[in-house]
């Protein structure tokens, strides 16, 4: 893992985690081990780059499933996604040498802490999804052009703009989805940057 993405083990969690489980779980994990001293602010900013995919879940079944109506397209987006991910953390990889980690400075899990911290952070997701989803609605009944809709929904909000571009079809449609799934919109950005709001 060291000599693929040039980071301590202590970002394996986050990254895995993250890919799996999507944004912004990844980029809190990446902040908490650079709180605790295991990860370098260097290695930390690109494990939150890298671990901030969405989830398998949403790309396969949601967009795939849901929206496209094949769960292979869906398999397919979210493998070039992750590539996409994986392969920044590779060439990457000289700009960050893994830290000491201080394994001593790991606490002890506090449940109700974790609990709060649980609930704040879907609160926060929940608002940002709903705030940036009725942006994205007003536009697409201001805006009656399908092709400048095209253009700035994937800026705004993931799962809205993939809606949206389904319904176009063709391959121009897939590679505006995978577009819209990597960048994945400002909600996102803004959940990610909540995740990582007690750190520098």
Known sequence: FSRIFGLGRCAIGAIIIGTLAGFPIGARMAAQEYELGSLSK?????????????????????????MI??????????????????IYGFLTRRESIPGVENIKTRRRVDLARSISSAAVACLGIVISVTLFSVI??????????????????????????????????GVSSLILIAFALGFSGISVHMQIRSALANTD
């Open 69 to 86: 109506g094949d769960t292979g397209i869906g398999l397919v987006l979210y493998i070039s996604v992750l590539a996409a991910s994986l």
């Open 136 to 169: 994205s609605g007003i536009l697409c009944e201001v805006i009656k052009s399908n092709k400048i809709l095209s253009l700035i929904l994937p800026f705004i909000e993931v799962s809205t703009s993939c809606s949206r571009l389904c319904e176009f079809g």
């Open 42 to 66: 260097a290695e930390a900013e690109r494990a939150v780059i890298i671990s901030s995919t969405p989830s398998l879940a949403f790309v396969v079944s949601g967009v795939g499933g849901g």
